[in-house]
C-alpha cells in the first residue's frame, strides 16, 4: 500500500512538472530571507507595495518570465514616449556600508541603444544622506546599475556635495552633472535574451585622524554568472559623511529626451539585494541561459529528463530495493524538482545559489526633478 501511495505520489509531481514545461521556478533563495539578504522580489504578481516597495502606483506582470510565472515589463511605446507600463519603484533595506544586487534583465527584440555613452539609466542605489523621496540625479551619492551601448554601465555621482567642505568625490561638473563610470570592457548584452546582471558595491573606509578617504570602496559587476568590473581602489565618499549607509534601492528605466531610438520594452525579474554577492539562480544547465523565445527541443529534452526521473525511482519499487536505496529515490519536495531534473541529467547539477531620472510625479516632488545621467552633458 505505502509503495502504492508513494507511486500516486510521483505521478502526480511528474503531472505538474509536465504541465509546467518543467520551468525554472523562483528559487527558495530567492525569496526567502536567507542570510545576507536584504530583500528579494520575483515579480509574480502586481502587488509589489504589499511587499514593502513604495513610489510607484501600477505594474504590469507578464509571461515569458526567467523563473516562475512573471515578471515586470517596462514599455516605451513610442519614441516620444517616457517609460509606461509600470512604475519606477522604490525600496528600503537595512543601512549598510555594502550592498549587493541580482536580478535578470530581457531586452527587446531589436533592442536599440541611446547612441551616446549615456542612458538608459535601470537601477540606482541611494543612501542615508538622502531622504526616501530624493531625486537620484541630484543626490550625496547615487548608484547605477545599467546596460549603456552593450556593456554593463556601474557608476557613481555625487552632485549634492559641490559646496561641501571636501567636495566632490566624482569628479568636475561638467553641464551641471558629474559622475565616475566603471563599464566592462566588452559589449555583452544581446536582445531577446535573459541576462543575470549584479553589483557588490562597499563603501570606502575613512582616515577620520587625517581628515581623509582610503582608497578602498569597491565596486563589482557580473553579467551571466562572469566577473566584468572590478575596481578596489574607490572613493565613494568623504568625511564629510562619516556615518553615510545604502539603504534605498530604485528601479527607474529611463531614456533621456531624444534618446529613445524606437519603441521597445524591457522586462526585469527575479531581484534581489543583500549584503554579500548573491549569484545566479540555482538552475540546471540548460536553463541558465534561456532565451525569452525557447530554443525548438528544449522542452522535450526537460521532458525527458523529469520521465528518466521517475522512472528511475519507479524501477527501484518494482524491483523492491532495498529501503536505503529507496530512500535515495525518494521524489524530492516539489520545490526541488530542478534538482530532479539535474540529478537525471547525469548529476551535472548547476552551482548552489550563493547565499532614474524619474518623470514628473505628483506623489512624490522629489523625484519630479529631471534626470539626468552621471556626467551627461548638458
Ligand atoms: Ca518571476
Redesign the pocket.
Given at each position: 500500500m505505502r509503495e502504492f501511495v508513494v507511486l500516486m505520489q510521483m505521478i502526480g509531481l511528474g503531472l505538474v512538472l509536465l504541465a509546467s514545461g518543467g520551468a525554472a521556478q523562483?528559487h527558495p533563495q530567492a525569496r526567502a530571507s536567507a542570510e545576507g539578504i536584504l530583500f528579494s522580489e520575483?515579480?509574480?504578481d502586481a502587488d509589489l507595495a504589499s511587499r514593502g516597495w513604495y513610489d510607484g502606483a501600477s505594474f504590469r506582470i507578464v509571461g515569458e518570465?526567467?523563473?516562475?510565472k512573471?515578471?515586470i515589463e517596462y514599455e516605451w511605446p513610442d519614441r516620444q514616449s517616457d517609460v509606461k507600463g509600470s512604475s519606477p519603484v522604490r525600496h528600503l533595506f537595512e543601512p549598510t556600508d555594502e550592498v549587493s544586487i541580482r536580478f535578470y534583465l530581457k531586452l527587446s527584440k531589436g533592442w536599440g541603444w541611446s547612441g551616446q555613452n549615456f542612458h538608459p539609466h535601470l537601477t540606482h542605489f541611494l543612501t542615508t544622506e538622502n531622504p526616501k523621496w530624493h531625486s537620484p540625479a541630484a543626490s550625496h551619492l547615487t548608484l547605477y546599475i545599467e546596460p549603456v551601448g552593450g556593456k554593463l554601465r556601474l557608476a557613481a555621482q555625487d552632485i549634492q556635495n559641490k559646496d561641501r567642505p571636501h567636495g566632490l568625490t566624482q569628479g568636475p561638473l561638467k553641464g551641471g552633472y558629474n559622475g565616475t563610470f566603471y563599464d566592462s570592457q566588452a559589449a555583452l548584452f544581446k536582445d531577446d535574451q535573459w541576462h543575470c546582471i549584479e553589483a557588490y558595491f562597499r563603501l570606502n573606509t575613512l582616515d577620520l585622524r587625517n581628515d581623509r578617504p582610503n582608497r578602498d570602496g569597491i565596486v563589482r559587476g557580473w553579467c551571466d554568472g562572469k566577473l566584468v568590473v572590478e575596481h578596489t581602489d574607490v572613493v565613494l565618499r568623504s568625511t564629510d559623511f562619516p556615518t553615510m549607509k545604502f539603504n534605498q534601492f530604485l528601479m527607474a528605466p529611463y531614456f533621456g529626451p531624444g534618446l529613445l531610438p524606437h519603441a521597445q520594452k524591457l522586462w526585469i525579474?527575479?531581484l534581489a539585494v543583500g549584503t554579500k554577492r548573491i549569484g545566479p539562480l540555482a538552475l540546471p544547465k540548460n536553463e541558465r541561459k534561456r532565451t525569452g523565445k525557447r530554443e525548438k527541443g528544449q522542452a522535450g529534452k526537460r521532458t525527458g529528463a523529469i520521465l528518466q526521473s521517475l522512472t528511475r525511482p519507479l524501477a527501484a519499487l518494482l524491483e523492491r530495493r532495498s529501503p536505503a536505496v529507496e530512500s535515495a529515490a525518494r521524489p524530492a519536495a516539489a520545490h526541488d524538482h530542478l534538482a530532479i531534473a539535474s540529478r537525471a541529467s547525469g548529476g551535472r547539477a548547476a552551482p548552489a545559489a550563493r547565499p532614474a531620472c524619474i518623470r514628473r510625479r505628483r506623489r512624490s516632488p522629489a523625484s519630479s526633478a529631471r534626470r539626468r545621467p552621471p556626467g551627461a552633458r548638458s
Open positions: 523562483p520575483s515579480f509574480e518570465a526567467m523563473a516562475g512573471g515578471c525579474d527575479e
